[in-house]
C-alpha cells in the first residue's frame, strides 16, 4: 500500500509531513476494503513516516484482529532494491504481509515482483500480490487486485 495524500508543508521536514484530510478519507476507505476483500494480516511493516503511520491508523480501525505494525525508518529510505532485500527477511510462518510505503518504490517493487510495467500509483492505493516460493527465495509474483481510493479497480 503507498500512503494516503499527505499536506504540503514546507515548515515541515518531510519525514513528518501529515495526512491531509483526503488521505484521512483515503486510508479509512481502503481499511475498509481490505476487511471486505482480504484475510487476515499476518505481519504489518509501515515506514515510520508520519503520513505512513497515520494511514495505518486509518486502515487499523477497519481490519478485524489487528496486529502490532513495525514501524521501520529502512522502508520511508527504501529504493526498490532495498525493499526488496527487505522482503527476503520476512520471518518464516508469515502467510501475508502488508507493507505501507511510499512511491516511485511501491509501484517498482510491484512492476518488479510481477515482471510487468509500472503503473500509476495513486495515494492509498492497494496493490494485493500472490508470489511462489518463499520469503527468502522468492518466485515469481502475480497481481491480484489493485485498488485505488474512489473506486478505481483492476483486477487479475
Known amino acids: ?70 514501524f521501520l525508518r529502512a522502508i520511508y529510505l527504501a529504493g526498490a532494491k532495498d525493499l526488496l532485500a527487505l522482503l527476503t527477511k520476512v520471518p518464516e510462518g508469515v502467510e501475508s504481509l502488508l507493507v505501507i510505503g511510499h512511491n516511485p518504490t511501491a509501484q517498482k517493487v510491484v512492476a518488479e515482483l510481477c515482471a510487468e510495467p509500472a503503473r500509476s500509483f495513486p495515494t492509498g492505493s492497494v496493490a494485493v500480490l500472490e508470489v511462489e516460493g518463499t520469503w527468502a527465495a522468492r518466485g515469481p509474483g502475480r497481481l491480484t487486485e489493485f485498488v485505488s481510493p474512489g473506486g478505481g479497480r483492476k483486477g487479475s
Open 1 to 70: 500500500m503507498r500512503h494516503a495524500k499527505a499536506e504540503t508543508d514546507d515548515d515541515r521536514p518531510d519525514h513528518d509531513r501529515r495526512l491531509a484530510d483526503r488521505g484521512r478519507e483515503q486510508a479509512a476507505e481502503m481499511g475498509r476494503w481490505m476487511a471486505a476483500h482480504g484475510g487476515p494480516v499476518d505481519l504489518v511493516w509501515c515506514s515510520s513516516a508520519l503520513r505512513a503511520r497515520q494511514t495505518w491508523d486509518e486502515v487499523a480501525t477497519a481490519l478485524p484482529d489487528v496486529r502490532e505494525p513495525e
